[in-house]
Every structure is written in structure tokens, then in C-alpha cells.
């Protein structure tokens, strides 16, 4: 009987009498979710303080986040680690941000084992764990946990979002970004937003849009595959970037200043039952100006500031709200998980007076009082990367004292929603139970029923250091599951255990009492002598806002909690202590190649991230670049590095070679060659020679002189007095033949300004060798690197 005549599984005549079963189709099984498995959504919101939502209190309106809590849980226990990349880790990993390799932002690591920047596969992510039990993996918006130094087109791309677990990820992969230009990636490539500012682009608004098209791109298919969607706004960090109308709803709401703000907010949070009724506020800030004192041209500034954060935030909550209502509209809300955070307490990185620039902070660089004046009407535009004033961030973290950065509650104690319809019965409840961030990827397993694996695409899991708070969902007397908690942040050190508080400040209990600023460092022997002198204590079971201390009353539990914390730092990788702050942007870091003291770029590429490329910065460097210009000539960018907030650009304009400079958004200067740019291929050069030394501590980078070169022959000659002395802005990097994103000389041209000629190619060269003959040389250089492609 032939073969084709048998059904399957029918026995037939083998080999040597012998039979065989027909064979059956052996497919692989599908990974599909266990059913009715509820959707998993973290929403994390960047520097928003305990005393900033209006559920938790404030005057601000976020009616959509306040329905999330009227439908849940809100959280008056839950910390952080009072910065965000380290917090972020915390969030994904579930442990704690020196176990991460994160004990400061990606951009501040330092080479130790808690704190080189690359978070250890051993240390999954919640993403990759519900992708292997059939879950939809979705990031949008702030990433911020790439090693700095590999977030450029050469990769290695493992620590991306697609590297750790995520399917799709639209956002951006630094710190912070320009709201109305942002630095975005899709997947594992830069892209440009669909709109410019002009046509009404906001990056809140875009990011929600991408969600949603995700979500629904899979549910379209496969209506009953969950999703974990890691929602990510850059809202509420700078650039406080809103559209003037959503500011202009708070006109005049907060011009009593901080400190009746503070006042009001904590009389509400007693009312909601967020606060202990028997708590006392915290004092006023020594930092912090009395509003009263102040000059009615500050109130006005200061004013506004808040109203443009105020709005900024009521914006974000309207477009929060759309996502909600979509998962509303295709039913899925009931059955979605819903985790709200914030990454860290407000930030103070404005300094007493506010900024049109936070990159100042970052660069050390001293506020200007009559320049933020005159910024005041545009304040929430694109033409500022701006922050309000510290008086705002202590009011925004009422109850407590101080801010993100510092592990006092203030910097570490956020609000905290949880919502599930169908898996939390209580509404609108409550929580006290002491919780971290860490404790989000346990409480998310717990309820949906999955063990942490053993293992990672082959990679042995290390132990999750959170604990559950299901438990809590529907008893608000549950006991408290976490103990203790450390902390340390730049230096600032505190531990938790059991209902007390030790705290360690630095560089002290206020810049103003201690005589030293942000970024002191430590050595020995003032470790030694904090340890001695310098911890305070808190019985936070009848002191909620640590206002008083015991440190003398209570000497023997004091001291037995500074032994448990080197207990903790040891268990953690939390040595060596770097309090250094801003200065740590300079260290030195492994990069992908290997050094040289000469770059090729390319137009048509991805921008060039400034940590990975060249750091131009107080050291002699020189650019050429290969162009030709058509008959009738050309205009554009050339080159630029860096943006709005600080960078320069290399571009023709008018018919002339520029160099623009652009020192934190405060001056701008500019070079500009004596004749017209010839036709036809020709070789742009500039030369940044420093004349002086630079002044790093006080924002001050090398002056320096510029020189333009036209196929090496010289055509212009000017001096820049002042320099950045840190970081060419915050985000943007090189780019070849544009000024994409918010552009550098914003006052000369707009944004790409792309060269109208055509870019061949650009070298930098930072050898600080003399080119004897500067034609030769660049041309011979640029031939032999196109003759290597």
C-alpha cells in the first residue's frame, strides 16, 4: 500500500517486519500569557514632589492622576533613592541602585562596582521577565539607564531598551530633553519628531500617541495578550516646556509665595489623611530667600516660574488622562495594573533664583538674575531650557525638608498610586506601610502569580532585593514587609529601619549653615569625623517630617544604625563615597574605540552623542570640513555641537564663514570671516586655541581664540573671553551638515539650518599638533579616510 493511502498515526510495515508510526507535526508551543493576566503599566514622572499632585495636596489640578487614586491606592511611605537613573534602576530591577552599578546618573559613574553604569544582566528586568510569560513590552519616553559612553549609532546596543526586554521603545535615552525638539530614538535608531514646534509638537502629547499605537497595534491581533507598558514622560524635569495658554491658567495663583503654598498644602494633606494629623511641618529652608523680603521684580520671576511648572504639569495630567481613557475605550483599564512614581523629590538644580538654563548647574555656572528677567514672557517656550527657582522645590516637597540629590525625606520620600480595578477592592484609600522602590517588581509578580526566574535568556538571576506589597492592597493594617532600607546619594547618607531614621547630610543640613556647596568632596578623615559627629535621628512613628532629632537622647540605637548602614553598604556595593556632584561629568570613560586624537563624521548619520565624541572643552582642537558650494553660493550649518542650552556651530551665513559660541545661553559670540565663501570644493576650517586657564568651580571655561581657514589660507581671527568649562549642552551631540534639534545660535538661524551645498565629510582633530600646511594636511587626511570606505 503506498504511504499516501495510511492515516496518520496508522501503523505500517517497516524494515525487517518492523512497524512505524506515521509521524505527527511537533509545532512549537505559543507563549501565550495565562489567561486573563492583567496588563502591567508604570507611569514614572521625573522630579515631582510629594506636595505637587492634587490628590497628595497641592493646588495644582491633576484631576486625571487624582481619579487613578480615587480609583486605588496612594502610598504616603514610599521611597526612592533621590536621583533618577538610580531610581529608575530600582523601578525595572526591583534592586537597589548600587546592586544596579547606578549609584549616581549614567553620566556620573565612576569605574567601582556600584558604580560603573551597566546594570548586570544578572539583575533582570521586569520586562524581560513577563516577555518569557507571554507579555506585549513597551517603552516610551526617558531611558537614562545606558552607560553614557554607549549611547551612540556603534552600540553595543544589550543595554538599550530592545537589549533588556522591551519589544518597542520610542523616547529618549539621556537625562532630560528639550520637550519641543527632543534627542529621539525609535527602536534602536535616532529619528525626528513628526512636527516642528511652529505646527504645535510637543513631546507629552507625541509619546502618548506612540502608546497608544503600540498597545493597539498588538491587541488588533491578539486581543488577549497583556502588555507592560513603561510610560516615561520627560514632564515634570527641565525644560519646564508648556504652551503659554496652560501656564496662563495659573496667573497669579501663586504669587504669595512659597511659603504660603507650603502652608496650604500641608493643611490639605492633614485633610486627606496623607499626613499624620499630629505632624509638624518641617522649618523653613535656610537656603531658601523669605518671600516676603524679596523685590517685587523676584516675586514676579519666581511667580511665574511656578505657574509655567504648574502648567506643565496640569499638561501632563490631561494627556496621562488620554492614555487612561484609551485603555477605557478598549476595555482593557479594569484588568491593567497601574503603578504611578516619581523618580525622586523635586529638584533644586534652578538654584535660589531660578534659570532660563538649567545647563548652568551642570556647568557650575552662576545665575543671572537680569537675564532670567528678561525671559519672564517666554518662559515654557522653545528658546529656554529653563527651572524654577529652590524656593519652589522645597514648597513642592511639602512636608518635608530639602530636596532630590539628598536623602533626607524630601529627596526620597513620592507620591505613589497604585490602581486595579479588578484586583484591589479598596478605593480611594490610604497606605502607610513603609515602601521603596524596589519593592514594585515583587508587588507586581506577587499579584500576577509569577516567580522571579532563575534564570535570563542563560544568565543566573541574582536574588530580588524587594518585597511585595500586595499584601496591603485590601488591609491597610498589614505589617510593613520592608525593615530596612539604606541610602547615599553624592555623599548624603541615611538608613531606615523599622519606624527610625538616621541621616547623614552633606555637605549639610543647608549649604548656608555648613559653609560648603554642592559637589564638596570627602576624604577619610571627614568621613571619619561625620561618622562621629555628623548623623542625626528620627523616631518617624511620631515625627512623619523629621523635625526632631534625637541623635543625643537615643546615642546607643544611633549608633548601633551607623554600623547597620556599613552593614548595608557593604552588602550593596555601596564603597567607595563620591560626594563630588557635577565634577564626576569629567572623569575619564571606556569608550567602544579606541583613543585616537582624530574623527571622521559623516552627514546623513545619526547625531554623535557628546559621550561619545571628542570632548572640546578647554583644549585645543581644530575642524575642517569637506564641502562644495554651488554656483551662486551656499548657507548652513557645516557642523554644531551641543543646542540651545550651550554648544557652537560652524555654518555660512550672509555668504560668510561663522563660527557661533554659544556659553550656557547667557552670551553668544561670533567670528565671521572677512570675504564670501568661494564656489565650488573647498575645505571650512576653524581653530579653538585656549589663551588662558579655566575656572572650573566657578563655570568658567579656558577663553579662547578662533581662526577661520579657507583650504587653510586665513579669513577671520576673534576671541571668545568666556568658554563652557564642563558639558557643551545636555543632549544634543554632532551633528554634520544641520543644527537639528533646538539650535545653537538660535538668534541667527532656526532649526535644521541644513547646509545647502553639499558636506563631504568633517574631521576633528585634537591632537593640538601645529599643521604646518593646513590645506595639505586636511585635504590629504580627508582623501585617505574616503579611500578607507
Known amino acids: ?448 502569580g509569577i516567580d522571579a526566574p532563575p534564570q535570563i535568556r542563560g544568565v543566573t538571576q541574582s536574588p530580588i532585593q524587594g518585597l511585595s506589597l500586595k499584601s496591603s492592597f485590601d488591609d491597610p493594617q498589614a505589617p510593613a514587609l520592608h525593615v530596612t532600607q539604606y541610602f547615599e546619594m553624592l555623599g548624603h547618607r541615611s538608613l531606615y529601619h523599622d519606624g527610625w531614621r538616621a541621616v547623614c547630610p552633606w555637605p549639610g543640613t543647608s549649604f548656608s549653615e555648613s559653609g560648603r556647596q554642592f559637589g564638596a568632596p570627602i576624604d577619610y578623615d571627614l568621613l571619619t569625623e561625620l561618622d562621629a559627629k555628623g548623623w542625626e535621628l528620627y523616631n518617624l512613628k511620631e515625627d512623619f517630617c523629621e523635625t526632631i532629632n534625637l541623635a543625643d537622647q537615643e546615642r546607643e540605637r544611633l549608633i548601633a544604625m551607623i554600623g547597620m548602614w556599613y552593614v548595608e553598604a557593604g552588602k550593596y556595593n555601596v564603597l567607595p563615597i563620591d560626594s563630588r556632584g557635577t565634577l564626576r561629568f569629567a572623569d575619564e570613560r571606556p569608550e567602544i574605540a579606541v583613543g585616537r586624537d582624530r574623527y571622521v563624521y559623516y552627514p546623513g548619520t545619526q547625531t554623535v552623542p557628546l559621550n561619545a565624541a571628542p570632548r572640546l572643552v578647554n583644549v585645543p582642537h581644530r575642524v575642517s570640513v569637506h564641502a562644495n558650494v554651488p554656483k551662486g553660493g551656499a548657507e548652513g550649518a557645516l557642523m554644531s555641537m551641543g543646542g540651545c542650552d550651550g554648544g557652537f556651530s560652524f555654518y555660512v551665513k550672509d555668504g560668510k564663514l561663522t563660527y557661533g559660541y554659544n556659553y550656557v545661553a547667557d552670551q553668544r559670540f561670533k567670528v565671521i570671516a572677512d570675504s564670501p565663501i568661494p564656489e565650488g570644493d573647498h575645505v571650512f576650517s576653524f581653530e579653538f586655541t585656549p589663551t588662558g586657564k579655566p575656572d572650573v568651580a566657578h563655570g568658567k571655561g579656558a577663553p579662547a581664540n578662533i581662526r577661520l581657514y579657507v583650504d587653510g589660507r586665513p579669513v577671520g581671527e576673534g576671541d571668545l573671553p568666556v568658554t563652557i568649562p564642563l558639558t557643551l549642552g545636555l543632549a544634543a551631540g554632532v551633528c554634520i551638515g544641520a543644527d537639528a534639534g533646538a539650535p545653537v545660535m538660535d538668534d541667527e538661524y532656526h532649526s535644521p539650518f541644513a547646509f545647502s551645498g553639499m558636506v563631504k565629510k568633517a574631521l576633528i582633530d585634537i591632537s593640538g599638533k601645529p599643521i604646518e600646511d593646513k590645506e595639505e594636511a586636511a585635504k590629504a587626511y580627508l582623501k585617505a579616510a574616503m579611500a578607507r570606505q
Open 1 to 448: 500500500m503506498p504511504l499516501t493511502e495510511y492515516s496518520p498515526g496508522q501503523a505500517f510495515p517497516g524494515v525487517i517486519g518492523r512497524t512505524f508510526d506515521v509521524s505527527k507535526p511537533a509545532w512549537p508551543k505559543p507563549n501565550r500569557a495565562r489567561a486573563g493576566s492583567p496588563n502591567v503599566l508604570f507611569i514614572v514622572l521625573d522630579d515631582t514632589g510629594f506636595g505637587h499632585l492634587g490628590c497628595y495636596g497641592s493646588p495644582i489640578r491633576t484631576p486625571h492622576l487624582d481619579a487613578l487614586a480615587a480609583d486605588g491606592l496612594r502610598f504616603n511611605n514610599m521611597h526612592t533613592t533621590a536621583l533618577c537613573s538610580p531610581s529608575r534602576s530600582c523601578i525595572l530591577t526591583g534592586r537597589n541602585h548600587h546592586s544596579n552599578g547606578m549609584a549616581c546618573i549614567t553620566e556620573g559613574s565612576t569605574g567601582y562596582p556600584g558604580s560603573d553604569g551597566y546594570i548586570p544582566f544578572e539583575n533582570g528586568f521586569l520586562s524581560e521577565i513577563l516577555l518569557q510569560h507571554g507579555y506585549s513590552t513597551y517603552a516610551l519616553g526617558k531611558w537614562h539607564l545606558t552607560p553614557a559612553e554607549a549611547n551612540s549609532a556603534a552600540g553595543p546596543y544589550d543595554r538599550w531598551p530592545l537589549g533588556r526586554g522591551f519589544e518597542r521603545y520610542y523616547g529618549f535615552l539621556g537625562g532630560d530633553t528639550h520637550q519641543y525638539y527632543p534627542e529621539l530614538v525609535r527602536d534602536n535608531s535616532q529619528t525626528e519628531p513628526e512636527k516642528t514646534p511652529e505646527e504645535g509638537y510637543h513631546l507629552t502629547p507625541d509619546l502618548v500617541e506612540k502608546a497608544k499605537a503600540m498597545i493597539a497595534d498588538a491587541k488588533q491581533v491578539a486581543p488577549d495578550k497583556p502588555f507592560f507598558l513603561y510610560f516615561c514622560p520627560g514632564a515634570m524635569h527641565a525644560p519646564h516646556h508648556v504652551p503659554k495658554e496652560w501656564a496662563d491658567r495659573y496667573k497669579g495663583q501663586f504669587d504669595d509665595g512659597w511659603d504660603a503654598y507650603r502652608q496650604k498644602v500641608f493643611a490639605r494633606q492633614k485633610e486627606l489623611g496623607i499626613v499624620p494629623a499630629g505632624a509638624k511641618l518641617s522649618r523653613h529652608d535656610p537656603d531658601v530667600q523669605d518671600w516676603d523680603k524679596l523685590p517685587a521684580d523676584e516675586r514676579r520671576l519666581y511667580a511665574r516660574m511656578m505657574e509655567v511648572f504648574a502648567g506643565f504639569l496640569e499638561h501632563t495630567d490631561h494627556h496621562v488622562g488620554e492614555l487612561i481613557g484609551f485603555l477605557k475605550e478598549m476595555g482593557e483599564y479594569e484588568n491593567t495594573l497601574i503603578m504611578l512614581i516619581s523618580d525622586n523629590g523635586a529638584s533644586p538644580e534652578g538654584g535660589p533664583t531660578g534659570s532660563v538654563n538649567e545647563g548652568k548647574f551642570f556647568n557650575n555656572v552662576p545665575e543671572n538674575l537680569q537675564q532670567n528677567l528678561a525671559a519672564i514672557d517666554d518662559l515654557g517656550g522653545p528658546k529656554y531650557f529653563n527651572h524654577y527657582a529652590w524656593g519652589w522645590t522645597h514648597a513642592g516637597n511639602t512636608p518635608f525638608r530639602r530636596w532630590k540629590r539628598e536623602t533626607y525625606r524630601g529627596g526620597t520620600a513620592d507620591p505613589f498610586i497604585v490602581c486595579w480595578p479588578k484586583g484591589i477592592k479598596a478605593k480611594g484609600e490610604v497606605r502607610t506601610q513603609y515602601a521603596h522602590a524596589i519593592d514594585m517588581v515583587p508587588t507586581v509578580l506577587d499579584a500576577l
